[in-house]
């Protein structure tokens, strides 16, 4: 069991940054990948970036592919995006999800392999 509590959203300027962290419970953070997906009003939820069990792999959206960086610290339980160069077309309510690792595939950039979420923080990015 994986209990998610993210934070560091808010509002925000065009050009700007935020940082969103998201801190997981249990003991076994490390044997998950992770992923971070977003949802705005009336879509349904994108995946946005995930990052391997170790940290050493990561994998972005193309719509935030050099702007945005996952990262994790497995001795913290902790997992960041980084935002960087905001555009409004960015506001959405962020969640964090872990999935046990079940092979190596592009599974993860969809919501159905990840078994728990967080409540999510909302980003919104003004003009």
């Known amino acids: 069991q994986v209990q998610l509590v993210e934070s560091g959203g808010g509002l925000v300027q065009a050009g700007g940054s935020l940082r969103l962290s998201c801190v997981a419970s249990?003991?076994?953070?490390?044997?998950?990948?992770m992923g971070w997906f977003r949802q705005a009003p009336g879509k349904e939820r994108e995946f946005v970036a995930r990052i391997n069990r170790s940290g050493g792999v990561t994998h972005y959206a193309d719509s935030v592919k050099s702007r945005f960086i996952i990262s994790r610290d497995n001795a913290k339980n902790t997992v960041q995006l980084q935002m960087n160069s905001l555009k409004p077309e960015d506001t959405a309510v962020y969640y964090c999800?872990?999935?046990?690792?079940?092979?190596?595939?592009?599974?993860?950039?969809?919501?159905?392999?990840?078994?728990?979420w967080g409540q999510g923080t909302q980003v919104t990015v003004s003009s």
């Open positions: 249990g003991r076994t953070f490390g044997a998950y990948v």
């Open positions: 999800a872990a999935a046990l690792f079940a092979g190596y595939s592009d599974r993860y950039d969809y919501t159905s392999a990840y078994g728990y």
